[in-house]
């Protein structure tokens, strides 16, 4: 997934998006690798936000998504120990992005259509 994820220049990759059905994500950001495997989003902030966002299955398409800025996750390393990581930011919306995938959810299903959406 690495790999894939590098020849793409991604930040993030689902293992559905490459055909696999397990629950495993990796993201790659500020120089530092993430491999989760069954993660789960166990905290959200109230704060919301909307940025735009791609991904790796539709090239070239951006759009606006609504997203909480904090989250914690809760998922395994590569090694199957447990960990718990509190992200915002960047981070917070690859990891929302990532377990999406996973639960079936694609990005352009949170697409926020509203030109008054940006503004908030």
Sequence with gaps: ???TLNA???LGLAAPQIGSS???C???LDGKTFILI???LKARSWGKEILEEGCLSFPSKFILVKRNKKVTVKAMDKNGKPLT???EGLLSRAFQHEID???GVLFISREI???LAKKK
């Design 8 to 10: 793409n220049q991604g």
């Design 113 to 115: 259509k509203n030109k």
């Design 38 to 40: 069954n993660p789960e």
């Design 101 to 103: 995938h996973l639960d």
């Design 26 to 28: 990796v993201i790659k």
């Design 1 to 3: 997934m690495l790999e």
């Design 22 to 24: 397990v629950r495993l």
């Design 85 to 87: 990581i509190k992200a």
